[in-house]
């Protein structure tokens, strides 16, 4: 499947429509109950700032999930926009013999 043909979604937006609007939860109230400033939870829902180690640990904490679901979430963000961000400076990158030879050992990142 194609990871091109869905919008790249910032973890902030899935915050929002997946966990507080669901539960009736304000961000004022989250960033009380994590207990970090506000600005940290606003800047997440507006995808201006990434969600941190330590913000996925109060996180999983407070919905009941795990750190690794929420670094998976920022990760597959980060990586996504910074291929489409560099796809001119990737494409000329040299494959190395060795992807050739063993292509299911590294595989393809596209």
């Known amino acids: 499947m194609d990871s091109n043909r869905f919008p790249n979604i910032h973890p ?9 609007e669901p539960l009736d939860i304000t961000p004022y109230r ?3 109950d994590l207990g970090v400033a ?28 795990s750190a690794q679901f ?5 990760a597959q963000h980060d990586l996504r926009q910074a291929q ?9 990158i040299p494959v190395t013999p060795f992807a050739i030879a063993h292509p299911s050992i590294i595989p393809n990142p596209g």
């Open 12 to 20: 902030g937006e899935i915050l929002k429509l997946d966990f507080l």
């Open 30 to 32: 989250l960033s009380k």
């Open 84 to 92: 489409e961000s560099n796809v001119e400076v990737y494409s000329r």
């Open 38 to 65: 506000q600005t940290r939870i606003s800047e997440i829902l507006a995808g201006k700032r990434s969600i941190t180690a330590d913000t996925a640990l109060r996180l999983s904490r407070y919905f009941g999930n």
């Open 70 to 74: 929420w670094l998976n979430l920022q």
